[in-house]
């Protein structure tokens, strides 16, 4: 009877439980503790230029304190190569398919009919390079999951809650629904970046393990020529750095006898990439007022006194600055190894955590304008949030084979890594400097409207590298000149400052998330950091010898494009619907079509005709309307200057938003 009644109690609530899907089990032949369960999503599901290009998706089993299925999904290079790249978003706890499906994949999602979406391949994914793998992580962030878990999903809040719950009173049945979800467990996710990395090691030695033909070292004894690139973005200048140290230890350790050989294989690294990443508010935090009133828009966002306020903020007595020296010395002496298990080093880097973004990075939201884009009023409505009504469709969980559904960010992990005070834990220059000196190329990347890792904190960072490496990097790498980025015949996409193996990257007209808003350029760049090239023009070069000329500041200034208007989306309410739209839906008025809230019906136009595949449930797994016409490979190598006219965005050609604000203290990396 009891059990009649819940079912009763539920009836009203939506439900969406992913259906089963077949996938292939294996056990790591590197090391048997792993087991690694895969499938080849139906062609289409992630459109790409040639059919040939072959896909995976699946999980890697980690055995450990608690179950972690660390999510997947593998693209090969449009041209066969040695090339793999790893590509990590941040948060912490933000989706990688956040990169694969909005910023550098080899597909983004459209709407091909009225509530029906499908993917067409982009022009400039980064798979026009490279073999690409995105990763999603920690435990429990987007597909990944520990133990599959019924859960209630309120849309209108983003909150998860278990067990299942009825549908509040006075909600409308869409905006409710119950699933099947991680745990929700905070305990069973890594709470540090240090133990991130470690599960991502394990991590990638099931991967390559099970699949040797994507190893870049493979049949390689020093892995000179072929090496693994590590591009991560925002959160990423943290994860990225912590975790390419990891590698190169433990690959230190399996060459001096302390990891056996048996069971493990080299990670060899070649290139570490960071895209707007937030790597030290030690060096970084004073650039937040400074973004907020002496941009290169001309833009003064918020009261100069104010500013000022909080730019002092960090350097007062008790302040930012202190306290994250104090929190580093409590992690030197009492937490070395970075396990987030001592309670008082969590609260003292905790305590830094939110001193320094209350007094030092929230002021900038006086202004009403969104973190990742200076020239964006909330809600952002860029990139659009489409890819989040695909990514929970039963059609696309049932092509890679996904037992829960899919969440853009893991609240668990937010909690873990804010309650050990994970962002002010680790000086992670040191850890580049020495990639770097151990001949690793290192770039920088930065979106010049991008306000919380923005692009003035992001070349200190690289001067703070240049100066910890030390030798020649200490005193050439400033001393070179900004050259433009030649991006292709008839724009310059930014500017460099380079010498050596180091390089960073200004990009016009670009915020958080770069490769959404300059595809192209940001491309160019990545290939060129990828192979060892001239970053501004693409010419093979001496790296050993070669640096830029040209003036020693980044001066270009530019003036902000116009707001776009927001766009609601029910996947996305919280930062993406006005308080209006919000109470529209509540109210149950207007109407939404495709996930958008709309005023009236008359008011959607449908989708635009355009070249598309569908993930389909069908028994040919995949519904193909066009193919791509044009070939889309290699990269561009300049051989003459064009004008300096900047290529901007259009909005309506690029894809989703995924990025949470209104949690000051939780979600302040997102991508």
Same mark, same amino acid.
């Given at each position: ?5 819940? @079912?009763? %109690? ?18 790591? #032949? ?30 890697v ?16 290079? &449009? ?30 999602v ?5 509530g ?23 435990n ?7 133990t599959?878990?019924? +859960? ?10 278990? #067990? ?20 929700l ?35 390689s004894?020093?892995?000179s020529?072929?090496?693994?690139? @590590? ?17 190169e230890?433990?690959n230190?350790? &399996? ?28 060096i ?7 973004m ?13 006194? &104010?500013a ?20 580093r010395?409590?992690?030197a002496?009492?937490d070395?190894?970075n396990?987030?298990e ?13 001193? +320094? ?9 006086d ?37 829960i ?24 220059v ?7 000196n151990?001949g ?17 904190g ?6 703070a ?93 530019s ?41 009236a ?20 797994g ?36 995924? %990025? ?12």
């Amino acid at each position: 009877m009891q059990f009649l009644l819940a @079912l009763l %109690f539920l009836s009203s609530t939506l439900a969406q439980y992913p259906p089963v899907s077949n996938l292939t089990t294996i056990v790591s #032949p590197v090391d048997g503790n792993i087991t690694i369960s895969y499938k080849q999503p139906p062609a289409g599901t992630c459109q790409t230029v040639f059919e040939t290009q072959q896909q995976y998706t699946g999980w890697v089993h980690i055995p450990g304190n608690y179950s972690t299925n660390t999510f997947f999904w593998f693209i090969a290079a &449009r041209v066969p190569t040695t090339e793999l790249t790893i590509w990590l978003n941040g948060g912490p706890g933000s989706s990688s398919m956040i990169g694969l499906f909005t910023e550098n994949g080899p597909c983004e999602v459209v709407e091909l009919a009225e509530g029906k979406f499908g993917t067409t391949a982009r022009d400039w994914g980064w798979d026009r390079g490279s073999n690409i793998l995105y990763i999603d992580q920690p435990n429990q962030v987007g597909f990944s999951y520990d133990t599959p878990t019924n +859960c209630s999903l309120d849309l209108l809040t983003s909150d998860l809650y278990t #067990p299942e719950q009825p549908l509040p009173n006075s909600q409308p049945a869409d905006t409710f629904m119950n699933g099947t979800f991680s745990s929700l467990n905070v305990e069973s996710t890594a709470n540090t970046t240090e133990t991130s990395a470690m599960a991502i090691w394990h991590m990638l030695q099931g991967f390559l393990g099970a699949f040797p033909q994507y190893s870049p070292t493979n049949g390689s004894s020093n892995g000179s020529s072929m090496g693994v690139h @590590l591009f991560a973005e925002s959160y990423g200048g943290k994860y990225g750095p912590a975790f390419a140290t990891l590698w190169e230890k433990q690959n230190l350790r &399996r060459s001096n006898g302390t990891l056996s050989k048996n069971g493990t294989i080299d990670i060899r690294l070649q290139s570490l990439g960071i895209v707007n990443g937030c790597v030290d508010d030690l060096i970084q935090a004073p650039y937040y007022p400074a973004m907020a009133i002496n941009n290169t828009y001309g833009l003064t966002a918020i009261n100069p006194t &104010r500013a000022n306020l909080a730019n002092a903020s960090f350097y007062s007595s008790g302040g930012c600055q202190e306290l994250i020296n104090q929190c580093r010395s409590a992690v030197a002496t009492q937490d070395p190894d970075n396990e987030g298990e001592i309670s008082l080093v969590n609260n003292i880097c905790a305590a830094a955590y939110s001193s +320094c973004t209350s007094n030092v990075m929230e002021p900038y939201y006086d202004a009403g304008r969104s973190v990742y884009d200076i020239a964006h009023y909330l809600p952002d409505p860029f990139p659009p949030s489409t890819y989040l009504e695909y990514l929970n469709t039963p059609e696309l969980q049932s092509a890679i084979g996904s037992p829960i559904n899919y969440t853009e960010t893991n609240f668990q992990v937010v909690t873990a890594f804010t309650s050990t005070g994970d962002y002010e834990r680790e000086a992670l220059v040191p850890n580049i400097a020495q990639l770097l000196n151990s001949g690793i190329r290192v770039g920088f990347m930065y979106g010049d409207r991008d306000y919380i890792c923005n692009w003035l904190g992001g070349e200190a960072i690289s001067l703070a590298v240049a100066s910890k490496a030390g030798g020649s990097y200490s005193s050439l790498f400033p001393a070179a000149g900004y050259a433009p980025i030649i991006t292709n015949t008839s724009y310059i996409g930014g500017v460099v400052r380079q010498y050596g193996n180091l390089s960073f990257s200004r990009i016009y007209d670009a915020g958080h998330s770069v490769p959404a808003y300059q595809p192209e350029t940001a491309f160019e760049v990545f290939a060129r950091i990828m192979t060892g090239t001239s970053v501004s023009t693409g010419a093979a070069v001496d790296l050993s010898v070669y640096n830029t000329t040209g003036p020693l500041n980044a001066t270009h200034t530019s003036s902000l494009p116009d707001s776009p208007a927001p766009t609601c989306w029910l996947r996305n309410i919280p930062e993406t619907c006005t308080d209006d739209q919000k109470q529209k839906i509540v109210d149950g008025e207007g109407v939404i079509i495709a996930g958008v809230l709309y005023d009236a019906a008359s008011d959607y136009s449908g989708p635009a005709t355009t070249s598309t595949s569908a993930a389909s449930s069908s028994s040919s797994g995949t519904v193909s309307t066009t193919t791509t016409t044009e070939v889309l490979t290699g990269l561009f190598t300049a051989t003459a200057t064009p004008s300096p006219a900047k290529k901007s965005f259009a909005i309506s050609t690029l894809c989703p938003n995924t %990025f949470l604000l209104g949690l000051p203290l939780l979600l302040t990396f997102l991508s």
